[in-house]
């Protein structure tokens, strides 16, 4: 009983200071409401249960998995704005570091009245303005990536970037570090690039891309990427990717091409066929075939099951997936993704 009293007596002047606070400051008040006016919040959960019969560095493995916990907040107010990702990989079973916890986090200056939307400028670390396939779990029609996508093209870049749209046109371009090298880069290594948008019906998209990575003494990696993307047609998504890196010591590259459909506002198929040669000087590549069946269960609320095959044809492991040589690895999920 003492205990509690002293709580209720602690309790009383917090109690009047804030009520003093919040009568006394209406500015105050109306400042914070108009910021909330200006941010938005948005994220999902992402879980899957997956198995593989893969064999080699990456062992047979079969379980569930919380693949990616994201929560994503963005401010912007007029031609000035920020954002920042909070991500975790709880089932990845690496160490959090502060690169992993931010996927991205950057500002933007608008400059208006230059193109159709003004030029804008962004400083910070942002998602690689290159290639077809999206990052995240709500924004894929399969569970797993295409060769090209874990192979051949960045996640995301940490330096500076112009973007505008004149029409049919849009177009970036960066400056950074390293690909997917957030901190200061000692060895001067630096990455230059952009993607040029051309839209000429609508629903039809292609994107050309260029990256060059210098590495001063030693190679210079230079990577050209195309996509394409249609979805003109009620229900049906097309897209596709082509992708070619030439360093001094090899040339790697490969091709996927998605197709997707909605049967009903609940069902849908997805097909994807890719390949990926990891040393073009040598015989044998792999050869990816997936198939998915998704299925949106409510608002935010998706699901989907996966099959895929992948087959090594080299005499070396070979893909960022460490797949076996002269072996062809089964896999199969389940996924489940809520997205507010």
């Known amino acids: 009983m003492i205990k509690n009293r002293n709580i209720h007596t602690l309790m009383r002047p917090l109690a009047l200071i804030i009520g003093l606070a919040l009568t006394a400051t209406p ?31 990456t062992a047979a493995s079969t379980g569930f998995g919380l693949d990616q916990v994201e929560l994503d907040i963005v401010y912007k107010k007029d031609n000035i704005g920020l954002r920042f990702d909070l991500n975790g990989f709880p089932s990845a079973g690496t160490a959090t570091t502060g690169d992993t916890l931010f996927e991205q986090g950057y500002i933007t200056y608008t400059i208006p009245n230059i193109a159709d939307d003004g030029v ?50 849009d177009g970036v371009v960066y400056y950074s570090n390293k690909v997917d090298v957030n901190g200061i880069s000692t060895t001067g290594v630096r990455s230059a690039g952009g993607r040029l948008g051309i839209t000429p019906i609508k629903g039809a998209n292609i994107g050309i891309s260029y990256l060059n990575t210098t590495n001063p003494g030693l190679t210079s990696d230079k990577t050209i990427d195309i996509d394409f993307t249609y979805d003109a047609i009620d229900h049906l998504v097309i897209g596709g990717e082509y992708n070619q890196t030439k360093t001094s010591i090899t040339r790697t590259g490969g091709v996927f091409a998605t197709v997707h459909y909605d049967f009903t506002e609940m069902f849908g198929a997805t097909y994807r066929f890719g390949t990926w040669d ?39 492991i070979m893909g960022s997936e460490n797949f076996a040589s002269n072996f062809k690895t089964h896999a199969y999920a389940f996924e489940m993704t809520y997205a507010f």
């Open 27 to 57: 500015a105050l008040a109306g400042s914070l409401s108009d910021k909330l006016d200006n941010l938005q919040l948005s994220g999902f959960v992402d879980t899957s249960y997956s198995g593989t019969n893969a064999k080699g560095p």
């Open 120 to 169: 804008t400028f962004t400083f910070g670390k942002f998602n690689a303005p290159i290639g077809w396939e999206l990052l995240d779990a709500p924004d894929m029609y399969q569970f797993s990536h295409a060769l090209v996508f874990s192979n051949g093209i960045p996640t995301n870049l940490t330096g500076a970037s112009l973007a505008a749209k004149i029409g049919m046109v």
């Open 278 to 316: 990891g040393d073009q000087h040598k015989p044998g590549k792999l050869t990816a075939n997936t198939f998915a069946v998704t299925s949106v269960l409510g608002d935010g609320l998706g699901a989907l099951a996966e099959y895929r095959t992948v087959n090594n044809t080299s005499k070396t």
